[in-house]
């Protein structure tokens, strides 16, 4: 097995150490001319790659043993919501080199010319990804120039299962787990023990457009009006929209959340080592969950592209992102990763859906600048309970 790997990783660490050592002066103004036709590839870039990524996302110590090898400095900064990056990029001058959009978001990012296009040629790691999942995002990203997965997951419902059983009493748990968040008999029992939703009018819409039996990715602004006529119904039980869902989970401010199921997982997890009695658990609703696909990429505007593509391929050796799906139950791209998995990981169907389930989940699709407005002004009314 390590002989495969052997090849790449020489090579990556022949190229990086060529980038020079930490305490070296910075180059002169006036650089000498390169000799003649050498074909060595120097990156000249200031050490220094800037990334904005989700919180919970990057396992402790990658950033550091990538710093540590090649002698950048990482700065590592979160956003909560696809919304928020967006409006980094479309403002310009981010500081950032790469970002972590979704796809739905990365379709008109890279068709905005908010994103640059990678130098694959630097990104020997590429061909460990699965190449049905790059299929896929070719979609979003016609041949596969600009994205490069993260990680994939999906918005689910989650719930600490022993509040839950106590709030709803006589009434047993409904058949869709969407119901215990959308359908007011369940809600508003439900609410003393905490209904939280993720605080993103993208992420809720299309929850609710798929409840009412209507495309989740619906640019239809008539069908907004139809997801708040419904999310209307259960305004007033919604104790929390949450951007730090783990922490709402675990630690009891909420007992059903609409959230991501790795994070879920994650607040599961933690409510174990913090020895709570309540267990804590990713549902898989009858109807499906929406899949979703989270994206590096590097911004127009970035200082550093030949840093952000050594970390990029770094991401994407096998060891580093089976690394990331062990620790951050979400799960990777990555298809040289897979034998690195944890059976616990691996064998978690709430991480890793069975074939039958996988079939009735929702793929991403994206929706137009305009549809995304209206989204976000029909959530906003319905947050403020109008
Ligand atoms: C962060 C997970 C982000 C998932 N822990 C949603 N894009």
């Given amino acids: 097995m390590m002989k495969k790997y052997l090849v790449p990783f020489a090579l990556s660490a022949l190229v990086l150490a060529g980038c020079g050592k930490k305490e070296e002066p910075p180059a002169p103004v006036a650089a000498p001319a390169p000799v003649a036709s050498a074909p060595v590839v120097v990156n000249t870039e200031e050490k220094v790659l800037n990334i904005y990524n989700w919180p919970d996302y990057v396992p402790e110590g990658m950033i550091a043993a ?31 080199d790469i970002v972590v959009p979704g796809s739905v978001f990365a379709k008109p990012q890279l068709e905005g010319g908010l994103l640059q296009a990678l130098d694959k040629t630097k990104i020997k790691n590429l061909a460990n990804l699965d190449p049905a999942i790059m299929a896929t995002l070719a979609k979003a990203d016609p041949g596969n120039k600009h994205l ?21 009493g006589k009434t047993p748990m409904p058949e869709n787990a969407w119901d215990l968040v959308f359908k007011p008999e369940y809600t508003s029992k439900l609410k003393s023990c905490g209904i939280a939703y993720l605080d993103s009018p993208t992420e809720i819409i299309p929850v609710a457009l798929h409840y009412i039996g209507k495309n989740a990715y619906s640019n239809d602004v008539a069908d907004y009006k139809l997801a708040t006529d ?8 919604v104790r929390i929209f949450s951007s730090t ?18 994070d879920i997982n994650i607040a599961a997890n933690r409510a174990k080592e913090n020895k709570s009695k309540d267990e804590i658990e990713s549902l898989l609703p009858s109807t499906g969950a929406l899949i979703f696909f989270d994206t590096m990429a590097l911004t127009k505007d ?29 799960p990777t791209a990555n298809k040289a990763a897979v034998e690195k998995i944890k059976p616990e990981i691996a064998g978690n169907k709430t991480i890793f859906v069975e074939t039958d389930y996988f079939a009735k989940m929702i793929p991403p699709s994206s929706f137009t600048n305009e549809a995304r407005e209206a ?12």
């Fill in 66 to 96: 990538f710093e540590k090898e090649t002698g950048i400095k990482v700065n590592y900064d979160t956003f909560e919501t696809n919304e928020a990056l967006h409006a980094k990029l479309v403002a310009g001058n981010t500081g950032y």
């Fill in 230 to 237: 419904m999310l209307a119904k259960v305004r007033k039980d």
């Fill in 148 to 168: 490069v997965p993260w990680a994939w997951g999906f918005t689910t419902v989650g719930i600490n299962k022993t509040k839950v059983a106590k709030a709803l």
């Fill in 302 to 330: 970035a200082k550093h592209p030949n840093n952000a593509q050594a970390f990029i391929d770094f991401y994407l050796r096998p060891e580093n992102a089976a690394l990331m799906t062990n620790t951050m139950n979400y």
């Fill in 245 to 262: 869902m783990i922490d709402d989970i675990a630690g009891g401010k909420a007992c059903v959340a609409i959230g991501w199921s790795g």
């Fill in 375 to 386: 989204m976000a002004n029909a959530y906003n009314g319905f947050k403020k309970g109008k």
